[in-house]
């Protein structure tokens, strides 16, 4: 099974600032990777496929960039309403193996 | 596309528990549905993909003998059924719609509202 590793675990920013989120995948997945929003008490969101393909409707403060084993997420300028646990997640063959999730809080 | 969920159960240890997933606005005969776990306070969990088109489905080692996924084209609805429940089994469980005919080389979205399932005895 394909592993998925982010980091960090958890962040804590300010309004305002940028931030980044490793994913690193344990073989490579090509650009079968997708970064997912999970807002407290909601459901997963679709932010970004193709490791860099915005979803439509997701805002374009988010970015993704990678291909293989590596990958990052990043937020160009940390709103309030980012507050969420992040999970990359590949989707290049069976079984499907998300990321243990990043929280992002607001310092 | 939307997928509405079926409502919050609590089985005892041993039952066993059948979640639906309708879909609405859009036909689930041309995609796959994924479904996922997230037991309380942890990260998310695949468990297997059906092909809404062909019916063939693809489960999680984990789950191999304990877990059935279906669908009823006629009502646009995919079912998971999870038997032989333990108190671990405890978890929100959602479908996910994979964006292409098929869970393979595609993401899922969008996702149902989750159903959670209570195992207590």
Not at chain 1, 72 to 100: K, M, R
Not at chain 2, 7 to 26: I, L
Not at chain 2, 35 to 58: C, D, F, H, K
Request: glycine share 10%; with cysteine.
């Amino acid at each position: 099974d394909i592993q998925m590793t982010q980091s960090p675990p958890s962040l804590s920013a300010s309004v305002g600032d940028r931030v980044t989120i490793t994913c690193r995948a344990s073989q490579g997945i090509s650009d079968y990777l997708a970064w997912s929003q999970q807002r407290p008490g909601k459901v997963p969101k679709l932010l970004i496929y193709a490791a860099s393909i915005l979803q439509s409707g997701a805002p374009s403060r988010f970015s993704g960039n990678g291909s293989g084993t590596d990958f990052t997420l990043t937020i160009s300028s940390l709103q309030p309403e980012d507050v969420a646990i992040y999970y990359c997640q590949h989707y290049n063959g069976a079984p499907w193996t998300f990321g243990q999730g990043t929280k992002v809080e607001i310092k | 596309v939307q997928l509405v969920q079926s409502g919050a159960e609590v089985k005892r240890p041993g039952a066993s528990v059948k979640v639906s997933c309708k879909a609405t606005g859009e036909t689930l005969s041309s995609h796959g549905i994924s479904w996922v776990r997230q037991a309380p306070g942890q990260g998310l969990e695949w468990m297997g993909w059906i092909s809404a088109y062909s019916g063939n489905t693809l489960y999680a080692q984990k789950f191999q003998g304990r877990v059935s996924m279906t669908t009823d084209t006629s009502t646009n609805t995919a079912y998971m059924e999870l038997r032989s429940l333990k108190s671990d089994d405890t978890a929100v469980y959602y479908c996910a719609r994979c964006s292409g005919g098929s869970c393979y080389f595609n993401s899922f979205d969008p996702w149902g509202q989750g159903t959670l399932v209570t195992v207590s005895s």
